[in-house]
């Protein structure tokens, strides 16, 4: 998709390639996935280093921006904006203001378990590998994370993100707690990983995020469609929310070229993305109370049946398909070549 806008080679200088997904309990490996071929690999990246490769690319598109204007809302085909004005008329609002969007419908169930997230310095030489998504874990209640960034848009220092998985009742007690806690917390499970915790020293640095799990049946309506985060929300444990947005818009490109109308274009992106989006969602349910949950059986199915079985072909290309986010085709019947 970054390369159908134009926006790869950017992305690719600013991000980091990921080659393997590795996490272990106690020492022992419960999650080992790699990406296979040489050529094939997950990029990951910050968001605000994505969200500039992105406009970059569109600000060299014959497009005009209007910027420092928050929307809170629509009546008809019109912006209601938060000055109280309301813009001019659109033929189409697409709705890709994420899962806060005051446009969109979705009501999402919340999950009882989020993450505490924050960015720091890489540090070479510190015995993390450079090229992977690293975890660590307690049963399904305690996740420590480290995900190499590559660089944000104005600094030539590489990055790393860190995540704490916490559940929701236990952010105000671990506020209360204080960072020292946290980090006694973090060197009890990954004392290797410290160098980077350590970076953080102020519970300020770290942003508690919470998740939510549902879908529109119908992401469009009259003149709108919702498209990302607006229209379909879950746990980020399998890493493919901007995937999924990124998707999203392709196929409502496509659909907009290949269909005389803009009714029959919204039907048919939702039907060229509905088994998708509807396939990941069911596997996120799935997969995420193995990683974050009260659970004490879980994590005994995981590291005890599920690992091992991982091992076996052809489990291991199919794992490698999910997390590259082409398990199912991402886009059906719409005209235009298969995205990887």
């Not at 790699?34 to 014959?62: C, M, N, T, V, W």
């Not at 990954?190 to 980077?196: K, T």
């Not at 590291?303 to 079985?309: A, G, M, N, Q, S």
Request: aromatic share 8%.
């Amino acid at each position: 998709v970054l390369a159908a806008v134009g926006a790869l080679e950017r992305a690719l200088s600013l991000g980091c390639l990921i080659e393997r997904m590795h996490g272990s309990d106690r020492g022992r490996t419960v999650l080992d996935v790699s990406y296979g071929a040489a050529e094939d690999h997950g990029l990951a990246i910050h968001r605000a280093a994505l969200f500039a490769a992105l406009f970059e690319a569109a600000q060299r598109r014959p497009v005009r921006f209007r910027s420092g204007q928050a929307i809170v809302g629509r009546e008809g085909q019109r912006l209601r904006l938060a000055s109280g004005a309301l813009s001019e008329p659109f033929d189409l609002i697409v709705d890709a203001a994420g899962a806060q969007s005051p446009l969109s419908p979705l009501r999402a169930r919340p999950l009882a378990y989020g993450a505490l997230w924050g960015v720091v310095d890489w540090i070479d030489g510190s015995g993390i590998a450079p090229n992977r998504l690293s975890q660590r874990y307690r049963g399904s209640r305690r996740m420590a994370g480290l995900l190499p960034l590559g660089r944000l848009p104005d600094g030539p220092a590489p990055k790393a993100a860190i995540f704490w998985s916490l559940a929701v009742r236990e952010h105000a007690a671990w506020c209360a707690a204080g960072i020292a806690a946290w980090k006694r917390d973090a060197a009890a499970i990954w004392p290797e990983a410290m160098p980077f915790f350590d970076q953080i020293d102020d519970a300020a640095a770290l942003t508690m995020a919470r998740y939510t799990h549902g879908s529109l049946r119908r992401p469009f309506g009259k003149g709108i469609v919702h498209i990302g985060d607006a229209a379909h929300r879950a746990s980020p444990q399998l890493g493919q929310g901007a995937n999924m947005a990124m998707l999203d818009a392709l196929a409502l490109t496509r659909a907009l070229d290949a269909c005389p109308d803009v009714d029959g274009a919204l039907e048919a992106c939702a039907a060229a993305r509905r088994w998708h989006v509807a396939a990941y969602q069911g596997m996120s349910a799935l997969f995420t109370p193995q990683y974050q949950s009260d659970s004490d059986w879980l994590p005994v199915l995981r590291d005890r049946i599920l690992y091992p079985l991982s091992r076996i072909p052809p489990v291991p290309a199919i794992l490698r398909k999910l997390v590259a986010g082409d398990l199912l085709p991402p886009i059906r019947g719409l005209p235009g070549r298969h995205i990887r």
